[in-house]
């Protein structure tokens, strides 16, 4: 069956997760969107009953607008794949190896792409010791947006004692320098953003007004800027996500193409009004309506549905 603007696309945003606030956002501005694209479009805040939910709705495609944990881990998409419903972005494998940021790294290594040096920890063991050379920076393995990370400098005895978050942690050498990111759209690198900020780039920065200014194309030299695009790509197909996906990277513009280190692949870009990956779409000619109508689009051409017994 061809999906054509009378179809009904249920947007799934909010969840569980420490990205809900974000989530709400992104799912509201789509579900706009595809509205104003003529669909049939029920905005779902996802709880406990989604299973239900959906069975309800009856939807002809989901648009996944969930960030975080069960939202871009593969949680959810396992759902849908059982429930057989067409969803946008990235599968169940690829979300869950792109949520893990070791996992994530070891698809980087093996594909060759040069990424920053670290190790995994149990925050229990955080108050022990360096695990690495200072400057690092303590990052949940599985948590987005930013979300619980630390940076520990050179100076004094700043590690964190009372840590928020269970579990395992990445520790990750610092990569001084400029915040670059490549947004991927259908398999291709649409072009690079250099985000500025004078503080870290945490949740605030990222969804703040204000918190950042975004320089797109980012005025870097055309090797860097080339170099970005291609190891975007190479992140987006190896890690087999597809639709939308974002790759953040750090350069330390001293050491030349060699200080070019990638740090994370997101599955489930921000489309709040100072997302990078929209904004990105928007310079490439691709308004935010024609985004959202394209990622329903290819969603429904990459489920197969296996046949009901």
Not at 50 to 60: G, Q, S, Y
Request: with cysteine; proline share 5%; hydrophobic share 35%.
């Amino acid at each position: 069956m061809a999906l054509n603007n009378k179809n009904r696309v249920v947007v799934l945003k909010g969840g569980p997760s420490e990205e809900r606030a974000v989530s709400l956002v992104s799912g509201s501005q789509c579900g706009a969107a595809l509205s104003s694209a003529g669909y049939d479009v029920i905005e779902l805040d996802v709880n406990k009953d989604v299973v239900t939910n959906l069975k309800e709705l009856e939807p002809d495609v989901v648009f996944n607008a969930l960030h975080g944990r069960w939202g871009e881990d593969g949680c959810i998409q396992g759902i849908l794949e059982w429930l057989r419903i067409p969803y946008t972005h990235s599968g169940v494998m690829a979300s869950a190896m792109a949520m893990d940021k070791e996992r994530t790294k070891s698809i980087y290594r093996y594909l060759g792409l040069p990424c920053a040096e670290s190790v995994v920890i149990s925050s229990t063991q955080l108050a022990t010791k360096d695990f690495i050379s200072r400057p690092y920076v303590i990052k949940p393995i599985n948590e987005g947006s930013s979300i619980g990370i630390h940076f520990v400098n050179n100076k004094g005895d700043d590690r964190i004692l009372d840590y928020p978050y269970d579990g395992n942690v990445m520790l990750e050498e610092f990569i001084p320098g400029r915040e670059l990111t490549v947004t991927v759209f259908d398999d291709i690198p649409l072009t690079v953003t250099e985000i500025i900020t004078d503080r870290w780039y945490d949740y605030d920065a990222k969804y703040s007004k204000n918190g950042s200014n975004h320089v797109v194309p980012a005025n870097i030299p055309k090797e860097i800027f080339a170099a970005c695009k291609k190891f975007a790509r190479a992140a987006h197909k190896g890690l087999g996500c597809r639709g939308l996906t974002r790759t953040d990277f750090r350069w330390d513009e001293k050491k030349g193409i060699s200080g070019l280190k990638l740090l994370e692949t997101n599955t489930q870009p921000g489309m709040t009004p100072t997302s990078l990956a929209p904004e990105q779409a928007r310079l490439c000619g691709i308004s935010f309506i024609e985004l959202c109508r394209k990622l329903v689009a290819v969603s429904y051409t990459h489920l197969t549905l296996p046949t009901k017994a």
